[in-house]
Nanobody
Framework: QVEPVESGGGVVQGGGSLRLSCEAS????????RAWFRRAPGKEREFVAA????????AYADFVKGRFTVSKDNAKNTVYLQMNSLKPDDTAVYYC?????????????????WGQGTPVTVSS
């Protein structure tokens, strides 16, 4: 399987936390950048966070800065999105994407492989 596989979504109350995982099998795009995007009901897909292939550089959308943290475990070839202080506006399907470049990218056009998404619902 080439596409990344997301997990960790669910229903949480406002102010709560969730951790999403994005796994890739074997050495599939291990050295390349990965990102999280989301699509809320009735809205366009938007960038959330990205991390480079080494896990050293990151980028965040303004609306998640200080609340979300993206990290990478190279040994497990897994990228995480720790989401704290969740708000109802964070309700969306969250997608993991993998590029074939090592750097950080915020445009969805830089990403080649996309997961099926994991839903996150934040209640008020």
């Amino acid at each position: 399987q080439v596409e990344p596989v997301e997990s960790g979504g669910g229903v949480v109350q406002g102010g709560g936390s969730l951790r999403l995982s994005c796994e890739a099998s074997g050495n599939t795009y291990r050295a390349y950048g990965r990102a999280w995007f989301r699509r809320a009901p009735g809205k366009e897909r938007e960038f959330v966070a990205a991390i480079d292939g080494n896990g050293d550089s990151t980028a965040y959308a303004d609306f998640v800065k200080g609340r979300f943290t993206v990290s990478k475990d190279n040994a497990k070839n897994t990228v995480y999105l720790q989401m704290n202080s969740l708000k109802p506006d964070d309700t969306a399907v969250y997608y993991c994407a993998a590029s074939l470049k090592r750097g950080v990218a915020t445009s969805p056009y830089e990403y080649v492989y996309w997961g099926q998404g994991t839903p996150v619902t934040v209640s008020s």
